[in-house]
């Protein structure tokens, strides 16, 4: 069974700082993929940044980068110089590789809060 | 562009009846997937389907049914809604798994919420 934990169920971070958003995991799978996604008070879920377990670089998408420690099982997303338009909560998630297994398994999400 | 889209947004139902979302893709994706999103459990899998004619049950399947008879619709079901199954309603696909793990982000719908008085 896959386990997403988020504890900071919430954060405020001053506008154009940096701001790290934690997330940890348990599974047995050895090959799985992790995921961040942003949903606005919109509510549509937009996917932000994707990190496979065997790759050697941590991922980055602009100013969204992925600090993946695999030993510690920990893969936290860290916003750079943030904006008042990454207001929203952010959902880490984690999906296996094996066979056509497709099934995502969602941390209960951590809203952030940024002040101008 | 290729989209997925639910209906319908909102809806307002009594206990008991019967509901149906809709969830209709354009990506030619394999694999689709409802979710339920409730304050404090993130979001929840009810159902997925890999293809025509699959179906799976997920963590929170009781009271919920699918049925996948083409590539592009996946509706969700309630057989006899409960106040239980409040609760805002996401569809999504994505591309089947290649050889090569990788990407295969899901592509989420906009959302239903759904009410049960």
């Known amino acids: 069974a896959q386990k997403i934990t988020q504890t900071q169920p919430g954060m405020f971070v001053q506008e154009k700082e940096a701001v790290t958003l934690d997330c940890t995991y348990d599974?047995?799978?050895?090959?799985?993929?992790l995921f961040w996604y942003k949903q606005p008070s919109s509510g549509e879920m937009i996917f932000l940044i994707y990190q496979g377990s065997y790759d050697q670089q941590n991922a980055t998408e602009g100013r969204y980068s992925l600090n993946f420690q695999k030993a510690r099982k920990s893969a936290n997303l860290v916003i750079s110089a943030s904006q008042l338009g990454d207001s929203a909560m952010y959902f880490c998630?984690?999906?296996?590789?094996?066979?056509?297994?497709?099934?995502?398994?969602f941390g209960t999400g951590t809203k952030l809060q940024v002040i101008p | 562009d290729a989209e997925i889209t639910q209906s319908p947004r909102h809806k307002i139902t009594e206990t008991g009846r019967q509901v149906t979302l809709a969830c209709h893709q354009t990506?030619?994706?394999?694999?689709m997937f409802w979710y339920r999103q409730d304050l404090g459990h993130g979001l929840r899998l009810i159902h997925y389907s890999y293809g025509v004619q699959d179906t799976n049950k997920g963590e929170v399947s009781d009271g919920y049914s699918v049925s996948r008879s083409n590539t592009e619709d996946l509706p969700l079901t309630l057989e006899s809604a409960a106040s239980s199954q409040t609760s805002v309603y996401f569809c999504?696909?994505?591309?089947?798994?290649?050889?090569?793990?990788?990407?295969?982000?899901?592509?989420f719908g906009p959302g239903t919420r759904l009410t049960v008085l």
């Open positions: 998630a984690m999906r296996p590789d094996s066979g056509g297994y497709q099934k995502v398994t």
């Open positions: 999504a696909s994505s591309e089947s798994l290649s050889l090569t793990p990788s990407y295969n982000e899901q592509f």
């Open positions: 990506w030619n994706h394999n694999n």
């Open positions: 599974t047995s799978d050895p090959s799985y993929g």
